[in-house]
């Protein structure tokens, strides 16, 4: 047993694991049905192009390019931000109302393999890092997630569905 597991909670058979459902959609802005994505929301990369432009500026951003690179890239950096932000004002009236939600989940089956998580079009991964919430099933903090979130499903392996 480990240390801090004191009740033998986390046992892969009565465990829950769940990812969460972030925005989706259209450009790094605006998504499918003019859904505007908050500033501080994780903004989807859609295809190859705007992942490598999110790479590329991470790497400017670190100094990797040299110090007038990371200085244009966080200058670059701000404007979008300050571009992201007035646009949410124009629309909400402030940065902070109409903050979004907190995010949708899906319950993820025990045998289903990260290949099939990835591969599903409801999972986004934030920062290029998959994050799963897990739970004992039975824990009280469990039912209170549960209360709190909508579960839209769960992922299941081919076949199981």
Known sequence: AIQWDFNNEFVCSSLAVYFEVHGSGGTSKEGANGILFHPEAVQP???QASTMRFYESCRAL?????PEMADVAR???RKNLHKAEEKW???HGSL??????????VRVHPAVTLKD??????????NFLPTFL???EEHPAHLEFLKERNCL???APKGME
Request: charged share 30%.
């Open 62 to 66: 670190m100094g990797d390019e040299g």
């Open 89 to 91: 004002k124009a629309k």
């Open 153 to 155: 499903g769960v992922i």
């Open 96 to 105: 902070w109302a109409g903050k979004f939600d907190v995010c949708p989940v």
């Open 75 to 77: 200058a670059m950096e």
């Open 117 to 126: 998580i990835l591969l599903d079009d409801r999972m986004i991964v934030p």
């Open 134 to 136: 897990v739970f004992p």
């Open 45 to 47: 990369l859609k295809d």
